[in-house]
């Protein structure tokens, strides 16, 4: 009676596990770097209305600034104070250098005195590409 030998064979394949492990971390990085570019965006906000808009290049990495209708500035959904602020945009030019991006979202009764002190920190900082965030107007005068 003949008794079969095992034979060893070897991993003819490639090792697919650290792979597997770097796609999911890359899921997980956009899934939550996603959900925080879209808590900056809902929050309630009565935007200005306008009859022309362009649509913002989704590929840049903008900072949100939301002003309320109180003036309170609101950066990552925190109130944060004008000096806060600055560093704040500092440390968003020193990340993203010659791609820093800034969109401004102020409430539509939103006093200008409360805008115009962010813009001109903005400014100061050296970001020139600012946004400002509308509602784009109905043909009859609604807005959306």
């Known amino acids: 009676m003949k008794i079969p030998q095992s034979r060893q064979r070897g991993s003819l394949g490639a090792n697919m596990t650290p792979m597997i492990d770097v796609v999911f971390l890359l899921i997980i990085f956009f899934l939550v770097s996603s959900h925080l570019a879209r808590r900056e965006s809902r929050l309630p906000m009565d935007l200005p209305g306008a009859q022309t808009s362009a649509d913002a290049d989704p590929q840049r990495a903008a900072l949100t600034i939301n002003i309320d209708q109180a003036g309170r500035i609101v950066v990552h959904g ?9 560093a704040i945009l500092n440390d968003h030019l020193r990340r993203n ?48």
């Open 97 to 144: 250098e010659s791609d820093a991006a800034v969109r401004v979202r102020a409430h539509r009764f939103a006093a200008y005195r409360s805008v115009e002190p962010v813009l001109r920190t903005v400014a100061d900082t050296g970001i020139h590409d600012v946004r400002l965030s509308v509602q784009k107007s109905r043909v009859g005068g609604a807005t959306r």
């Open 78 to 86: 925190v109130a944060v104070s004008p000096d806060d602020l600055l």
